[in-house]
């Protein structure tokens, strides 16, 4: 039996995909684009460019580590929100929260084809951190 689309994105965050290539190009359609609306803009991505923004960002932090607090199925569309949280090289010891993301993904041959995106950097507001948090059950 096919995993379910929710299966999918859950998957798809919480095996690291900044630090592992495959599972970038084994999620991601080949057709993927994703719309992303940032502090600093607008930005309009596909497969390739994803694949190098990860691996910018792999450079650049030590570790980076999903954090899903929401996951939500609609149709053929998975609502995720997430934080990132990072160590930077200078610091391997600390882990920070780095950004907050809502992504919206639509799929298309079970694999992650069009996202929409709004993403928000963190601060250390302990209100803003704990509701980015999964409830504990």
Not at 70 to 78: C, E, P, Q, R, S
Request: hydrophobic share 35%.
């Amino acid at each position: 039996m096919a995993n379910s689309i929710k299966k999918i994105a859950k998957d798809f965050y919480e095996m690291e995909p900044i630090k592992n290539r495959e599972v970038l190009e084994g999620y991601l359609h080949e057709d993927c684009e994703l719309y992303w609306n940032s502090s600093k803009g607008f930005t309009k991505l596909n497969k390739a460019d994803l694949i190098k923004l990860a691996e910018n960002m792999a450079e650049a932090y030590h570790s980076v580590r999903t954090e899903i607090s929401h996951l939500l199925k609609d149709g053929n569309a998975v609502t995720v929100r997430y934080t990132y949280h990072v160590k930077t090289i200078e610091n391997i010891d600390e882990e920070q929260p780095l950004a907050h993301f809502i992504t919206i993904w639509e799929f298309k041959d079970n694999k992650l084809y069009k996202g929409f995106e709004i993403s928000q950097l963190a601060d250390d507001n302990p209100v803003n951190l704990s509701s980015f948090l999964p409830e504990k059950k």
